[in-house]
C-alpha cells in the first residue's frame, strides 16, 4: 500500500488479537461481512489502457506506470516486476495472502492483524511506522480483501484486491487502533490489487501492484506521490525476496 506500504475462529466468530493480547472485539459471523470492493474504483484500476511509464529499472524487469483515475480523481500507480526462476509462483502467492506475517518482513510496518477471514478472502489493518521526527506521518488503513485464483481460467493467475472499509463498520477496532497508536490516522481513501502472473508466450512470470490512495492530513498531494513512486519498487521487491527465501 502507499507511504510504505488474527483472527482466531471461536464458535463461528471471530476474535482480533494483537500479538498475544486479545482486543476483545466479537466481529462477524462469516455470513455477515464487513465491507466491500469499490467495484467502480477496482475495475477502472484493472483496466489496460491508459497507463503512462513513469521509471524502469532493466536490470530486475521492473516498470513503474501511472494514470489518472477518474472515478476517484486521484493519480493511480502500478509496478509490474519479473519473477527470477527461484520464486515459486505457490509460494509467492502464499505470501502476499499471509497478511498476518508482513509485519515480520515488511520493515515500514509497525502491525499488520487480520481481523476476519471469510470464504472471499480477509480483512485486515496495517499501521506504519512514522519517519524518525516525523510521528504526525503516521498513518494506519482497515481494509476489505477478497481473493481470486485462476482469475479468467488461467491457472496460476491469481488476485488480491481491497477497499477501504467504510468508516460506520468496524468502529471498534478502529477505537482500538487509535488508543494503542495515538499518533496514527487513517488513510483517507485506498484501494488496490496485487497479482501473480504465471509466464506467457515467452514472457516471464510477473508480480504486479496497481493502488489508488490520498494519506489525508496535511501531506500534500506532490509528496504523496513522489512517496508512491519510490515506494512501489521496495514494495514488490520486499515480497520478491520473501517468496525466495
Aim: hydrophobic share 45%; net charge neutral; proline share 4%.
Amino acid at each position: 500500500m502507499t507511504l510504505l506500504r488474527l483472527g482466531l475462529a471461536m464458535g463461528g466468530r471471530f476474535v482480533v488479537t494483537v500479538g498475544a493480547v486479545a482486543l476483545g472485539v466479537a466481529l462477524f459471523a462469516t455470513s455477515a461481512i464487513a465491507g466491500q470492493l469499490d467495484r467502480k474504483v477496482i475495475d477502472e484500476l484493472l483496466q489496460t489502457s491508459g497507463w503512462s511509464e513513469e521509471d524502469r529499472d532493466a536490470s530486475v524487469g521492473l516498470v513503474v506506470l501511472s494514470k489518472p483515475l477518474r472515478s476517484v480523481g486521484l493519480t493511480a500507480y502500478m509496478g509490474v516486476r519479473d519473477l527470477p526462476a527461484s520464486v515459486d509462483l505457490a509460494r509467492l502467492w502464499q505470501v502476499v495472502t499471509d497478511v498476518a506475517d508482513h509485519d515480520r518482513f515488511a520493515g515500514r510496518l509497525a502491525e499488520s492483524t487480520v481481523v476476519q477471514r471469510h470464504d472471499g478472502g480477509i480483512d485486515f489493518f496495517q499501521v506504519i511506522k512514522p519517519p524518525p521526527m516525523l510521528a504526525s506521518v503516521q498513518r494506519y488503513w482497515l481494509v476489505h480483501t477478497e481473493l481470486e485464483r485462476n482469475v479468467g481460467g488461467v491457472a496460476g493467475h491469481h488476485r488480491r484486491c481491497w477497499s477501504q472499509i467504510g468508516a460506520s463498520e468496524m468502529a471498534a477496532i478502529r477505537a482500538e487502533i487509535e488508543q494503542r497508536y495515538p499518533n496514527a490516522t487513517e488513510i483517507a481513501l485506498t484501494h488496490g490489487c496485487w497479482e501473480v502472473l504465471p509466464a506467457k508466450d515467452g514472457t516471464p512470470a510477473r508480480l504486479r501492484y496497481r493502488t489508488v490512495s490520498d494519506p489525508g492530513g496535511s501531506l500534500p498531494r506532490s509528496v504523496a506521490d513522489l512517496l508512491t513512486t519510490r515506494a512501489l519498487p521496495d514494495n514488490l521487491d520486499i515480497f520478491v525476496r520473501q517468496a525466495g527465501l
